[in-house]
């Protein structure tokens, strides 16, 4: 089955400077790619995804980067600011092309803006 | 919001307890799932639901039961739990077709005596 990994389990950032959150995955038929952001005491949601046909996506101050060759993706946060501190999970499937493909996730990182 | 509710948001149990978790959604999503949320571990998925069939069963033990009465609520029972069983228990739903974002619900923590 698929397996991610993700680092680094915590990172702390000055406010105004960008944050870098990295994941690998072993399965090459993955496909879709989703970030999720957690607050305390609420769930997960979605804040970025990526599909295998594109290299990189960008949303505002947010951005994911994929490299599937090496098998691996990155969040990117510019000008980080106090409400960026979460928990942050990536995750990947191969749900394009299957369909309903379950997700699995990384062990998050706990990202502290520092103001 | 995200149009995903749980209650009850807090439970303390003993291992010789008989209790249930609710999952409610207004999103009129399909697919519904339970997860485990434990610390520094990924996000476990535990049961999935589709159009109320069970569909995956993440080789769960049997001291959880998943019930799905209709496409908008899904309940887990719970009896005979094990401290270990302690973590947050998540509910999400997707629309259960190909890849959608999946909607999480605020979760209930759970404590096992």
């Known amino acids: 089955g698929e397996n991610v990994e993700q680092h680094p389990s915590t990172l702390s950032v000055q406010e105004g400077d960008s944050a870098v959150i990295k994941c690998t995955y072993s399965?090459?038929?993955?496909?879709?790619f989703p970030w999720y952001k957690q607050e305390l005491g609420k769930g997960p949601q979605l804040i970025i995804d990526?599909?295998?046909?594109?290299g990189e996506k960008k949303d505002q101050r947010i951005a994911v980067t994929l490299n599937k060759t090496a098998k691996h993706f990155s969040l990117h946060i510019t000008e980080t600011q106090p409400e960026d501190s979460a928990v942050y999970f990536c995750?990947?499937?191969?749900?394009?092309?299957?369909?309903?493909?379950?997700?699995?996730f990384g062990t998050g990182t706990r990202l502290t803006i520092i103001p | 919001e995200t149009g995903v509710t749980q209650t009850p948001r807090h439970l303390v149990m003993g291992m010789t307890n008989k209790k249930s978790l609710k999952c409610e959604q207004h999103?009129?999503?399909?697919?519904m799932y339970w997860y485990k949320q434990s610390a520094k571990k990924p996000l476990e998925l535990m049961f999935v639901?589709?159009?109320?069939?069970?569909?995956e069963n993440n080789s769960v033990p049997s001291r959880f039961s998943p019930e799905c009465p209709n496409s908008s609520h899904l309940f887990l029972h719970l009896h005979t739990l094990q401290p270990e069983d302690s973590a947050l228990y998540l509910c999400?739903?997707?629309?259960?077709?190909?890849?959608?974002?999946?909607?999480f619900g605020p979760g209930t923590r759970l404590t096992v005596l």
């Open positions: 995750a990947a499937s191969k749900g394009v092309n299957f369909g309903n493909e379950k997700l699995t």
């Open positions: 399965d090459s038929a993955s496909n879709y």
């Open positions: 990526i599909r295998s046909n594109v």
């Open positions: 999103l009129g999503h399909n697919a």
């Open positions: 639901y589709n159009f109320k069939e069970q569909t």
């Open positions: 999400a739903t997707d629309s259960g077709g190909a890849v959608n974002e999946q909607f």
